[in-house]
């Protein structure tokens, strides 16, 4: 059965671990039975996080032409690792996975209307996203 979890969560919620969590689970972390797709490793240069909002349309759009070629080969576990905080943002993954046959599930990561864990995410996110920004993704996070 092929699969594609879509994951959702405020930065600092722990995508990134659950993504790595859920295919040692699921595939025993074997790299070839799947990819994990994040929009931040675009902004990843020699080995840094250099965020540039200018280009995060066209980091997205990369991303999501990875996603679609993964699933295209077959592999059999594809895991979007984005915030996707508003659902225009991940529809075009659901419809892509469906597309090529691939069983869907979006998975919300953490707590988002939490105050204290959005603290806590300000705190511990790697990109040093701040607070206020944690808390304005929280309040526009769609249901």
Known sequence: MKQAFILRGLPGSGKTHYAQSLA???VAGDASQYFICSTDDFFVQDGHYQFDKHKL??????NLARYIKALAEGIP????DN???????FIAYIEAAHALGYQVKEVIVGE???????HLYAQRNTHKVALRTIAKMAYQFEW
């Open 112 to 118: 988002v209307k939490d105050k204290a864990m959005q």
């Open 83 to 89: 915030t996707n905080i508003k659902k225009w943002e």
């Open 77 to 80: 576990l594809v895991i979007v």
């Open 57 to 62: 349309p066209e980091y997205h759009n990369l």
């Open 24 to 26: 040692d689970d699921l």
